[in-house]
């Protein structure tokens, strides 16, 4: 881990150092665990989390590196194939969303979505939402059910809905990994989620972050500070930093600047995932290697 990280930046469930809390006793366990593995499999590509990886390398076992994953097998695996359709999503996906995108002008849209489980307060969702209406920026806004907290309902005032009227969408959910590698999507609004990161990552949209639990305060370190593709909101979020964020990653020249750097890891993403790239070459030898140690016969399953 970086010298300078903050103790923000770590994973909630280590902060709190509850030895009562499910996830903290889980990690403890698989982290002892690890060290006794055949191989440890792990969806990043070297390129991406190198430091980290040679630093695991040293303690643990083999270790492979086979992502992006959802673009190893997209590029790898035939489309008729049962395995082409897995995915993570807890959501139906709506494609309405997709239409809508078509024609928008290239970079000209704000993509919100705070993940399948992330809950906010009422305060927070109509913090984002005026800032985002204030940016006067187009935006696609997943407003999952059961986004706020406590809440069965979801519910923005009416004076929303009339600021934004014809010229913004909120859905459900969507295909997010179609939506991020849209051309007219400009920034992503992000809990910081691992998935949506590196689907960030592939689109090329430079992100700005919410950070909400478990390592999503990690993920946004990384993005903000070591990669340099994404800017955070603080916990208290206020509707005047939302619209600032979106205005400095859509106009000004940090944002540029964060445009160029998350091209460059898209490119060593889609290098890694092609066929015969390395990502796909350590899924050829994870089925190998392991298979052979324990079958001793040097056969694997096709």
Same mark, same amino acid.
């Given at each position: 881990?970086?010298?300078?990280?903050?103790?923000?930046?770590?994973?909630?469930?280590?902060?709190?150092?509850?030895?009562?809390?499910?996830?903290?006793?889980?990690?403890?366990?698989?982290?002892?665990?690890?060290?006794?593995?055949?191989?440890?499999?792990?969806?990043?590509?070297?390129?991406?989390?190198?430091?980290?990886?040679?630093?695991?390398?040293?303690?643990?076992?083999?270790?492979?590196?086979?992502?992006?994953?959802?673009?190893?097998?997209?590029?790898?695996?035939?489309?008729?194939?049962?395995?082409?359709?897995?995915?993570?999503?807890?959501?139906?996906?709506?494609?309405?969303?997709?239409?809508?995108?078509?024609?928008?002008?290239?970079?000209?849209?704000?993509?919100?979505?705070?993940?399948?489980?992330?809950?906010?307060?009422?305060?927070?969702?109509?913090?984002?939402?005026?800032?985002?209406?204030?940016?006067?920026?187009?935006?696609?806004?997943?407003?999952?059910?059961?986004?706020?907290?406590?809440?069965?309902?979801?519910?923005?005032?009416?004076?929303?809905?009339?600021?934004?009227?014809?010229?913004?969408?909120?859905?459900?959910?969507?295909?997010? $990994? #179609?939506?991020? !590698?849209?051309?007219?999507?400009?920034?992503? *609004?992000?809990? @910081?989620?691992?998935? %949506?990161?590196?689907? +960030?990552?592939?689109?090329?949209?430079?992100?700005?972050?919410?950070?909400?639990?478990?390592?999503?305060?990690?993920?946004?370190?990384?993005?903000?500070?070591?990669?340099?593709?994404?800017?955070?909101?603080?916990?208290?979020?206020?509707?005047?930093?939302?619209?600032?964020?979106?205005?400095?990653?859509?106009?000004? $020249? #940090?944002?540029? !600047?964060?445009?160029?750097?998350?091209?460059? *890891?898209?490119? @060593?993403?889609?290098? %890694?995932?092609?066929? +015969?790239?390395?990502?796909?070459?350590?899924?050829?030898?994870?089925?190998?290697?392991?298979?052979?140690?324990?079958?001793?016969?040097?056969?694997?399953?096709?």
């Amino acid at each position: 881990m970086p010298k300078d990280i903050r103790l923000r930046d770590l994973p909630t469930f280590l902060r709190a150092m509850d030895p009562d809390d499910i996830m903290f006793n889980f990690f403890v366990h698989e982290t002892a665990a690890m060290s006794q593995a055949s191989a440890v499999v792990i969806n990043t590509w070297d390129e991406l989390d190198s430091p980290l990886l040679d630093a695991m390398s040293k303690l643990l076992p083999p270790i492979y590196t086979v992502g992006p994953l959802h673009l190893t097998v997209r590029n790898n695996v035939p489309e008729e194939s049962p395995l082409a359709g897995i995915g993570s999503n807890l959501w139906k996906e709506e494609d309405a969303p997709l239409r809508w995108l078509d024609g928008r002008p290239p970079r000209s849209v704000v993509y919100v979505n705070f993940g399948s489980i992330t809950v906010m307060s009422k305060e927070h969702l109509l913090e984002f939402a005026w800032g985002l209406a204030n940016t006067g920026y187009t935006f696609l806004w997943n407003v999952r059910p059961d986004l706020v907290k406590g809440d069965d309902e979801t519910a923005l005032p009416p004076e929303f809905a009339m600021a934004i009227e014809g010229r913004s969408m909120l859905s459900t959910w969507c295909p997010q $990994e #179609k939506v991020l !590698e849209h051309e007219a999507v400009g920034v992503f *609004l992000t809990h @910081s989620g691992w998935n %949506s990161s590196l689907e +960030g990552i592939c689109g090329a949209v430079p992100m700005v972050c919410w950070p909400f639990f478990a390592e999503q305060q990690t993920n946004c370190r990384y993005k903000c500070t070591e990669w340099g593709i994404g800017m955070e909101i603080g916990d208290n979020v206020r509707r005047t930093e939302v619209e600032a964020m979106i205005r400095e990653v859509m106009e000004e $020249e #940090k944002g540029r !600047e964060m445009r160029r750097r998350v091209i460059e *890891l898209q490119k @060593s993403a889609v290098a %890694s995932a092609r066929p +015969g790239g390395r990502s796909m070459h350590n899924v050829d030898r994870l089925i190998q290697e392991r298979n052979f140690l324990l079958f001793g016969d040097g056969n694997y399953l096709e």
